[in-house]
């Protein structure tokens, strides 16, 4: 199984600065890797596939890169509503597994 | 819209069975694979199970492998995920989710959920 470990647990960013949150894998999972990002009280949405390719409708603020294992998601001028839990997903083979996920707080 | 809507969640006794269900409109629900994952009160997402689009592939996780089954009938655009010896552990808000891209193995959308009590 391949492990995915996100850091930090927890960031804190003000709105308007920029958050990098990154995901590393316990062995390559070439550019097989998604990002989804989970609000309180609701189900979790996806904003990355394939490191780098935005999901619909995600706005160009959120951006994602890397490739085997060490990957980045990078949200630009912080909105209000991006403060959530961020998961990585690999689909490299099986089983399918998500990091521990990172809570990206209010400064 | 594209949307999965889950049932069938409740609490249930430890080693008893229990099945969820989930319907897809909106999209031609026979040419795309689907996924159940969990989430644990407080605690992340761990995959539970795929199934492909024609029903010919399934795959689980190691922590679910031999006690669920996943299934659909294609007719009904339903997925289901037939639980079986259940434990406390399995306590869990249980997503179904769409899987597209790579494979079908991006999930998008999810659903909202629905609420699995395991306890005596």
């Known amino acids: 199984e391949i492990v995915l470990t996100q850091s930090p647990a927890t960031l804190s960013v003000s709105p308007g600065e920029r958050a990098t949150l990154s995901c590393r894998a316990s062995?390559?999972?070439?550019?097989?890797l998604a990002w989804y990002q989970q609000k309180p009280g609701q189900a979790p949405r996806l904003l990355i596939y394939d490191a780098s390719n935005r999901a619909t409708g995600i706005p160009v603020r959120f951006s994602g890169s890397g490739s085997g294992t060490d990957f980045t998601l990078t949200i630009t001028s912080l909105e209000p509503e991006d403060f959530a839990v961020y998961y990585c997903q690999h689909r490299s083979n099986w089983p399918i597994t998500f990091g521990q996920g990172t809570r990206l707080d209010i400064k | 819209q594209v949307q999965v809507v889950e049932s069938g969640g409740g609490v249930v006794q430890p080693g008893r069975s229990l099945r969820l269900s989930c319907a897809g409109s909106?999209?031609?629900?026979?040419?795309?694979?689907m996924h159940w994952v969990r989430q644990a009160p407080g605690k992340g997402l761990d995959w539970v199970a795929m199934i492909y689009y024609d029903g010919s592939n399934k795959y689980y996780g190691d922590s679910v492998k031999g006690r669920f089954t996943i299934s659909r009938d294609n007719s009904k655009n339903t997925v289901y995920l037939q639980m079986s010896s259940l434990r406390p552990e399995d306590t869990a808000v249980y997503y179904c989710?769409?899987?597209?891209?790579?494979?079908?193995?991006?999930?998008?959308?999810w659903g909202q959920g629905t609420l699995v009590t395991v306890s005596s």
């Open positions: 062995q390559s999972v070439s550019s097989y």
């Open positions: 909106g999209f031609n629900f026979g040419s795309y694979a």
């Open positions: 989710a769409r899987g597209i891209n790579g494979g079908g193995n991006c999930l998008d959308p």
